[in-house]
């Protein structure tokens, strides 16, 4: 069974930084995909970043793009998800996500596994 643990979120200011954990076990194939999304409240979940286990390709949301970094360890079987400039629209709740059939898409179902969240909060 697959489990996903967040780490990292907290309250940082406009322009701030701050980095995403999720530590994964029970994955055993190496072709999956890794995604982050995030749920602003009132608002529906939506797609962020996401990395291909095998080979690191990435992709990111528009909204995203130039100022979050995706990556992953092996070793440590952890994904980060690397957050600069980071702004007031940024607030949500970040979940990781495992999509174990490797489709690499940016639609919520197509993943199968989910974190518990962590709240990011930033503050103008």
């Known amino acids: 069974q697959v489990q996903l643990v967040e780490s990292g979120g907290g309250l940082v200011q406009a322009g701030g930084s701050l980095r995403l954990s999720c530590t994964a076990s029970?994955?055993?194939?190496?072709?999956?995909?890794m995604g982050w999304f995030r749920q602003a409240p009132g608002k529906e979940r939506e797609f962020a970043a996401a990395i291909r286990w095998s080979g690191g390709t990435t992709s990111y949301a528009d909204s995203v793009k130039g100022r979050f970094t995706i990556s992953r360890d092996n070793a440590k079987n952890t994904v980060y998800l690397q957050m600069n400039s980071l702004k007031p629209e940024d607030t949500a709740v970040y979940y990781c996500?495992?999509?174990?059939?490797?489709?690499?898409?940016?639609?919520?179902?197509?993943?199968?596994?989910w974190g518990q969240g962590t709240q990011v909060t930033v503050s103008s």
């Open positions: 029970g994955l055993t194939f190496s072709w999956y995909v």
């Open positions: 996500a495992a999509d174990l059939r490797g489709r690499g898409s940016r639609t919520l179902d197509d993943y199968d596994s």
